[in-house]
């Protein structure tokens, strides 16, 4: 982690307007020996006050967020804020070319390659530069999110729990105003632990507030509008946003998720027929879903029942299915944040 | 055309009761020089009778045909039916094993390679199978499509135009007896044309008939409940089931494509945001959707207008897209059938 | 090649002014149903007249050509001609976008392909649509070809034989108009042969120039010149340029290439050092290069000779070789034309 | 079948001596445009006199027949022999040089592709140049197999039925003569029927033998002695061979395949355990072998029976296995040659 | 190392009884976000004793042990022995199911990645595993290879040097135990080295005997017989297996390998023809085998002879061969073991 | 860094007179479990005296040094020198073979791997092998580089800037030897920086001297002649080559590349058009070049500047471009080296 960054951008972090160029990744290839990968930027500052990191496309195939942080950049100007806004709506770039929850470059998942390597493979080495270049320079992280390719989510927002007790009231002030329907504490149990971009800026003690939008590589226009304006929110409560209307949050419901029993898993090969959909309640033992083999018709499906009860938070969306897929995620009522 | 067919099968399709096994499809590969490709097949037969040909999996990524099949070879017996069922659950196993449209031996989309190959290729040799073989054999024939990975489709049956008044007029009543909200008559033009399954039916006298129900390579229940009620009134109208209790039909809306403008295609490549769901009524002239750039935010996002009026038939699922790619199919209301 | 092509387009080729839009080639895939290749295609049109076809593109790495008429669409406006021109400046649109002399949707070579299938691959589409829909409405057809990444190429002009004198004068004057330095009459034996679109050109009585403008998948600053100028003079030698002030082509020299010895080949797989460069008048027995073995470096290198005279016409442009690459070819003088 | 070929050769088939050179068949790529494919090839002529063609490589992991041809094109001269030689080691290059059945080219099958296309891919080209061009010139083709990489074979010959009674006896003394162990007639049902070498030489009056030597991929040294004896023996009774010693063949026994119940085939993907080895005699309702599941090590076996009672002819050799792949081939003895 | 390991199991290696679950190894890809490998695993267990961790698929092309473990798996019952068997059939297993050494999904070797890492690549994570979870609670570990897909070996067994006298005696038991015809002391040179799951064992503390099957991925019925009377001897000596009848072991054979002159290395691309077989003992200077040329067959075979005396251990399979394949390896007598 | 080679040679270093073989770089893979890499290395020694490491092939497409050396080593003799030479024609052989900047077995840029890892990726490895076991026996190591497939380099020379004055001069000489017609001095920013051969050389005391020689993966003569009399003052110079007549430098001009404005990079996917050649004199603000828009015609290319003024040292060879290729690098006179 004490080698030095190999990416650059001609992006002035402490001149004030609006600057919109790339994160500049060196990667030397076959076709392009000095060439490096475009990642997009934009830097929005006027004079001194907190900073704000937006981000989209830390997987490639979530769209809400790219479309909200595109939006964003060409409609805010320097002169609507106070500090400084830093948006990145393409973050793992050559996953969002390509449409995929990894990169082509290295099969790598950037949210679970933070912190990252210096000189590492192109996706470890834009983990490194966000943890060692821009978290530093920054008051809170938003991080967005939906199911991408294979997973259709409940609108949600997720921080991790607090080291003590201000960092958690702060972070789950940051839930209410950005205003999901449903809020999660977590930390990142069953999925990317400590290698995660909200975990990375905890270790640097930034503010950091993850979403889930939508799914099914597809775009939902109530994620789209969620994200715009739980954005508007953040930035208004950060004290970053000036003078603009922001309309009020709808209150969140907050939840959790329960150890292994609060997923369903396949455990073969064939086509999932779900007997649930997203946002319904359900009971431990009841029917979850069949798997299908339309490969060898005269057996019989396999019957998949739920272990826990509680709102089904995420479902598999493709219809093919392997052996240890996800199928769907279950989240039960938090007592107490 | 005159070359005979290298696909085999145990099954006699002459032999009374219920066999399963497959079509078996020779080829020679690196790890199998004497191999055949399984494809699942049952024949179902009571004596003399008409014969209804039941295929699913024509595209490897539809899903809602392959479980309704899939569960009629479980469920439906000889003694339940006069005549004779072939039901093919996965026509184009290759593409169906691996959840694509179309085969990754050779990648051939199978409801564009009609009438087939008796040497051909994989895709081509099953086409020649159906066509050479299987439709000989059949008075009706029942493609069970759905949207696939790259459309959501509206639940609708689909003929093509008689080549008389007559069978007009019972191509027709087969669209009412299935069932869909919506049914088409089609040509098949800017689709596949004389190059699908139900081209190659209606050249061999067949009664053929086509359903969308639903799409994004996952399942819809409300599609899959259609194609098992659909079929089974199919069956009990051509004599087949034997005094079962078969659901009436609802009623069923006439409607057509009407040339290009009836298509809204992207002409960059980007992040599609649609501005009309399946089943909407848009006019002419109203916003279709955006293409977003998140590579150069500052570009303003392309708008796209519908160019004709009526429901949308389909839509585009997922948001990357390129130059060239339906966004949005339309349909209007037929005066008369 | 009787059925009708699938390929469509919005140009409409009898109306006068600038259409600028797409050869649209429907390509059915996982991830788009109803897409289609866009091919760029533009009509300019004055009234009645002759119609010049321009082509580039046929193969995807070879430049000259592309940038010639994309500036060509961009800076001709209908006011400037009498007639028509049709200009296609990136026919093999897939090979175009991929820098690739053949497709990589079907590794096929579109000048390999002539005269087409209207249900082939995609290749075999366009191949069609130019033989059946272009070329029946062309007086002439230029398309323009350099070396490729493979081949470094002089600047030259390209013929068939005449298959009566009036048409072979028509086609040596051709060339003398387009003012390449070199000029050759070839029917394709070692090459192309009877799959090319000039042959498709000949075989419907339209006349058909071919160039070679450079090569090494690079732009060669003489052969864009060359392009642009020869274009315009061929344009104003049919009568279709009003006006305009056109620079006069230089002398051509008139060459051939004689059978298989014109030819040096590799013979081995290594690095090759060439010993002439392309331009230079060499002698049957001379040294040609050597074929280096940095694998094993105690093997002598392998030397290749001439085997007969002329000037090198071409030379192969990438050291690391197989067995049976073309290294050079070599022209001679023609006696008479 | 009309079309010209568009492979050459510098060899002069009409010459005296011994020449070796390659077939040469254009292929133009990305990195050789004008490049040719070197299909290794010997012409051995003195005088006139009788023809034999001799191939091995049509599948590439075939190996016994390579060295054994690679071996006579060195060792043979032609004052040795009267009439003429032809030798193909490596007939499918691309297949040889990549080590698999197929090309790597066109992922083709040569010995399903004959009698191929003159414009066709490069492994049609190949059948299109051997049948048209050198079966023409052949009184004897022999075309040495083995089992590769997916089976092992009992070493064998093997002939179509004689078109008469004359051609039949024929080829019944080509195989006494070449001496393998086991001497097979058959139509190629259930392989490649119409579509091999030995179809395409039978329809132009070519006596065609086929053999089979080993397998696995690996080298049999007892199948390459075969091979080498048996070759010798064929020169010698053809009147080719001048004055050689040829040691005379061992007794042959005359056997032959009876309907898809010959086969074992596999029904599930799995490690398949054999219980019997090639060469054996087994009786119908035998336990052939298991299908073992080491990814879900509860399921039982599956154990596989034979169908058919014989000599095991062939046996598949890797361990992993799919649906439809063959097992093992079982041979019974023939009353009447 | 001190990072803890992200694999998971619902198996409580505390509880007696016999369960058959999977290591579940998280993987996030574009189709399954939150999905893991399914690596089988079983925990037989009755009360406290030694445990045996038995381990197979480590490389996936090798078949007797996973057979044997998974025969294993059913027919071993908790009340058949005391203490604990740990059984891993298919440890490797996106090797063992693509029928591959390495692994498709990081192309890495796993006897080439102990001691793994908590935050690698699949590969890497499963060793990690191993060394962390696993290794800390076994007793003895028996790690059963074959030779896979290049390799064909003698049936033998393998242990690193004890590190003390009391260790080596231990270890050489085993192998006395085991009763492979022949038994190896080595330390991995010229393999693994220290990176083989018998290094990390012993680095743990825990006894590790691995073994050489057979070859080329495909089944010995005699590797597989010496595998279950094997596993059955260790069980029984380690005290775990219960009042069984098992076979005493046949007496084995001590040998080693000395040097880099044990090895027969091609020096050259082309078809390896072996001149002797496994088990044969040969000279130093004798002839190994040749190096034939089909692509050019003038060119003289290159003659390989043996660079010391010894026993083969092991040979090629496949013919084709690349410059520095092992062809040959030879052992030789242990004095003292 | 403390972990031994895993590679090998049977190379003596110490031994006198010329050997040549491989290094032999252990590579376990499906096809050969126990194979090596064969990287061609050459050790020619006489007796005591300097050591001089020289390597070409670092990149696999670039070919004047692979030449250069693979001559030298059938040329130079023992008895020609006094001291050491280790010659590596074709250092990272993977990429060499398939004539790529990257090993197409791991991807990696062996000029970005240095100081390597032991039991890394086969270039890791190879880079440890250099830096552990080659660079500590050498006193100066000569790194032929040219431009490769994506660039046209003007022959030139490089070193880092010398830790302190006495080897900075020594560097300064080392280039005035070697005598190309530019020499830069370069710490390898925007570059490799600290993980080139170079740096590892530097790191170890070892004097580095790199050259660029011509580019576009073909053949440049005077780079060639450049790098064999280079090679031969530097042995000269170094006291290693004996009494040999070795051709005076000519005069070299010392330059440097400044900041990132030295740089002109694409903003845009399309065909690039330069304005500029390789050696031209160009100032800030004059025209670079276009980028074209052939799928786009009607779409303006877009005009790219220089952004700063001095010498072209290099420029962008293939036309299709993406966002992020450099197409231009400009160098400035150094008024004091």
Known sequence: MTAKTRIWTPIDFDADGKQVDFMRVPHSTDLSAYGWIPIPMACIRNGDGPTALLVAGNHGDEYEGQVALTNLIRGLNSQDIRGRVIVLPAL???????????????????NRSFPGRAHGTPTEMIAHYVSDVLLPMS?????LHSGGRSLDYIASALVRPGR?????????????IFGAPISFVSDGTGGGGSTTLAAAAQDRGVLAITTELGGGATLSKRGLSLAESGIRRLLDEMG?????????????????VRGHDAFVYARNVGVFEPAAEVGEVVNEGQL??????????????ERLDFRS???????????????????????TDLAIV
């Open 139 to 143: 008051d809170i992280v938003v991080d």
């Open 92 to 110: 793992n770039f050559p996953a969002v070319a390509a449409g995929r929850r990894v990169s082509p470059l290295d099969d790598a998942n950037l």
């Open 240 to 256: 970053i946003l000036q003078g603009a209307h922001v309309e009020p949050p709808c209150a969140t419901r907050f939840m959790t």
């Open 164 to 176: 003590d007790v201000n960092e958690h009231r702060s972070l789950v002030r940051l839930m209410q």
């Open 309 to 331: 009860s509680g709102l089904v938070a995420c479902r598999r969306v493709p219809s093919l299915t392997q052996r240890g897929d996800c199928l769907f995620k279950i989240m």
């Open 288 to 301: 979850a879903g069949w798997i299908h083999f339309p490969d060898v018709p005269m057996h019989e499906p």
